[in-house]
């Protein structure tokens, strides 16, 4: 039951200069940090035109410099981690409903959020050769982890990203429709002296007559001199920025506009000259492009000592909405139709998490607080002069919550005004929902069975030839072989929001007890540990009335006796259609190795609707079957250490209406056989199935 909902996070201030005649006379939620024109508040340039060389090869090239000697590489991503006692960390919530944490679902008998596995698709067709660790050496130069799979499609056409730098077009058919493209490529970093770093996203939207946006972290070196590991990942001052390429057309494979935001000077938040924009996501709505990161100090010196903000060397999330027609239409950032709200979320004290302001702790910050895509403008919300929508999770401290909040832009209109004139009619305000399904995955580097912190997901027993060989490889020293450990999945942050339908859709990962019999676990009833998904759906049909949303539906998902990684949610556009969550899915079966042994690593997705309360039918479908365990570097670097297995750090799910639309959705597996630890002594690439670092694959797929 929901103890409390609708409780603002800010108080309503008077708005100004509404720009459309259905804006009400008071907006919601108060005046963001900044509005106006963008050449006055923060160093974004651009844009230039570049025109990407399609099919671009440059494996062993002069474009891969150094990065060839520097494989394997992380692309880091700074964690929130501050693991506290559960009773401490539940006392400091103040929620104010009993918290069970894990949550506990009915697998025998079945019910909601315990989920049968089907090896049946679903209906989906798959290309299961989306972008790989070849492809993602063959652009780069090195090996990567994680691949980071970013995704969108729209007008005929699938565009597939991965870390760090590799790009593939496919047809809505999913046939392949052009060859890799590099970002360095696509977005002209080559011919600036920059570098590609990761943090991949792209949409399309159908505004002005159709373009694809695609983000990426930009490191302010060349490849050539090392690339973002010798640059923005190694704290060089003013290292980092943020690549945004628009398309000058709705072609993706043509001519792109990109504009570079410098995060360091944005703001004057601690570690200015040294602040890392980690985590980008973006979407559209009606008015805005919006375009969301969190904001990290890379250089020690320079954070704070407790309690102080950004005494964790974390400053909070970062919200952006800028003039969308400005960048579809290509103006320069000194036009003045290109202009900017902004929003920052660390150190606004009127939106500080109820448990503490991150001002103050340098903890209970906002974090993965995530902009929601709409499948096509019909589902735009233009209530209150314009408005966006965002969710962020609240286990700050690793504990477990039972809260989400939801965000919102509003007058995002005015942003089209000249010069923004009228833009201090745009707001940004939230709302608390507690007494929610609990939820918790600290993302801890221990098998999930375990409990508590732990977060890897396991998988399918298989050979995995380079962690037999590990030494050898120069990933450990002192050890005969390293042992495969799981598939991080990185805690309990939203990764990506769906608009549609009048709801928002989001999930997070969550640790789930199943339990297998009646009674409690330990009498009369097994239990088992696993890693699952807990979901929301906000409707928002009484927000442009009153301002308020409210919980529509919630449940869990969970594959029985195995584990999900990157949980994400697409809404259709008519409530008829529902939405999909599409996840990865592994596991070993559990304590009773269920399911022939488990899964290796698969791509899968199941159907939803806004009051399901769970899946439809209670299944989850496979739609490309993992062949080989995950055998990537990162499982092993430094082992017997407190190693840290990368996986993705998230998947990508989107509707697209139309005679060639349906849902389409990306995820991570392993799509070829392991060979044996001796065979792979010989030739490090499996007969050309895999990097000698690094063995993921991904999968495009489009349901109905």
């Known amino acids: 039951m929901l103890l409390l909902s609708g409780s603002t996070l800010a108080a309503p201030v008077q708005g100004a200069g509404a720009a459309t005649a259905t804006a009400p006379v008071a907006s919601l939620g108060h005046a963001p940090t900044y509005v106006g024109p963008a050449s006055k508040f923060m160093l974004a340039t651009g844009p230039i035109r570049v025109t990407p060389t399609l099919g671009l090869s440059i494996a062993g090239g002069a474009a891969a410099g150094s990065n060839a000697a520097q494989y394997p590489s992380f692309n880091p991503r700074p964690a929130l981690d501050h693991p506290v006692a559960g009773s401490v960390g539940l006392a400091a919530t103040g929620n104010t409903a009993t918290l069970t944490v894990p949550p506990v679902v009915s697998c025998q008998p079945m019910g909601p959020g315990c989920d049968a596995i089907s090896t049946y698709n679903g209906g989906a067709k798959t290309n299961g050769a989306g972008l790989n660790s070849v492809d993602s050496a063959g652009v780069f130069g090195g090996t990567v982890e994680p691949p980071d799979q970013g995704m969108c499609a729209g007008n005929g056409y699938v565009m597939e990203i991965v870390n760090p730098n590799a790009l593939r077009v496919f047809h809505s058919n999913l046939a392949t429709a052009s060859a890799d493209i590099s970002l360095d490529s696509l977005m002209g970093l080559t011919q600036a002296g920059f570098s590609s770093g990761g943090d991949v996203q792209c949409l399309y939207d159908q505004g002005y007559g159709g373009h694809w946006f695609v983000i990426e972290i930009v490191s302010t070196n060349s490849e050539a001199s090392g690339g973002t590991f010798a640059g923005c990942f190694a704290g060089v001052e003013e290292g980092c920025l943020e690549g945004i390429a628009v398309s000058v057309t709705n072609d993706p494979t043509g001519a792109y506009n990109v504009y570079f935001l410098n995060p360091n000077m944005v703001n004057s938040d601690p570690g200015t000259g040294f602040l890392l924009n980690d985590y980008a996501k973006i979407a559209t709505t009606q008015d805005a492009f919006l375009l969301f990161y969190d904001e990290f100090i890379l250089n020690g010196s320079l954070i704070p000592a407790c309690p102080a903000y950004g005494c964790f060397g974390f400053n909070g999330a970062q919200e952006f909405a800028i003039s969308k027609k400005a960048m579809e239409l290509g103006f320069g950032v000194t036009s003045g139709f290109f202009n900017v709200a902004y929003e920052n979320m660390g150190l606004d004290p009127t939106i500080q998490p109820p448990d503490g302001a991150c001002a103050s702790t340098g903890y209970t910050c906002w974090y993965q607080v995530i902009p929601a895509q709409s499948p096509d403008p019909s589902q735009y919300d233009n209530a209150w002069g314009g408005s966006g929508f965002m969710l962020g999770s609240l286990d700050f401290v690793g504990a477990g919550d039972n809260r989400i909040a939801a965000f919102y832009w509003t007058g995002l209109s005015n942003l089209a005004t000249v010069s923004c004139a009228t833009c201090s009619g745009i707001s940004f305000g939230g709302q608390l929902f507690t007494g929610l399904e609990a939820y918790m995955d600290e993302g801890g580097s221990c098998l999930?069975?375990?409990?508590?912190?732990?977060?890897?997901?396991?998988?399918?027993?298989?050979?995995?030839?380079?962690?037999?060989?590990?030494?050898?490889?120069?990933?450990?020293?002192?050890?005969?072989?390293?042992?495969?450990?799981g598939i991080a999945t990185n805690g309990d942050g939203f990764t990506e929001v769906s608009y549609a339908e009048g709801q928002i859709w989001g999930a997070v990962a969550t640790l789930v007890t199943q339990k297998f019999g009646s009674g409690t676990c330990g009498h009369y009833a097994k239990c088992e540990t696993h890693v699952g998904a807990a979901y929301w759906v906000i409707g928002t049909g009484t927000f442009g009335k009153t301002g308020m949303l409210g919980l529509t539906s919630q449940g869990y998902v969970s594959a029985a006796h195995e584990d999900l990684a990157f949980p994400t949610i697409a809404g259709a556009d008519h409530l008829w259609q529902g939405a999909i969550i599409s996840f990865t899915l592994s596991g070993n079966g559990g304590p009773t190795h269920a399911n022939n042994g488990g899964f290796f690593p698969s791509s899968a997705f199941g159907r939803l609707t806004a009051t399901s309360g769970g899946l439809v039918g209670g299944t989850i479908h496979i739609t490309a079957l993992g062949k080989g365990a995950q055998d990537g570097f990162s499982e092993y670097l430094g082992y017997p250490g407190n190693t840290r297995p990368r996986w993705g750090d998230y998947g990508a799910a989107i509707f697209v209406p139309g005679a060639n639309g349906g849902f389409f959705f990306a995820s991570e597996y392993i799509p070829s056989p392991n060979c044996s630890p001796s065979a792979f002594l010989n030739d490090p690439s499996c007969g050309g199935t895999r990097a000698p670092y690094a063995n993921f694959g991904t999968s495009l797929s489009v349901v109905g």
């Open 448 to 485: 999930a069975s375990l409990g508590g912190n732990c977060g890897l997901a396991p998988q399918k027993a298989g050979p995995v030839p380079l962690g037999a060989n590990c030494v050898a490889f120069g990933l450990a020293k002192a050890v005969k072989s390293c042992p495969e450990n």
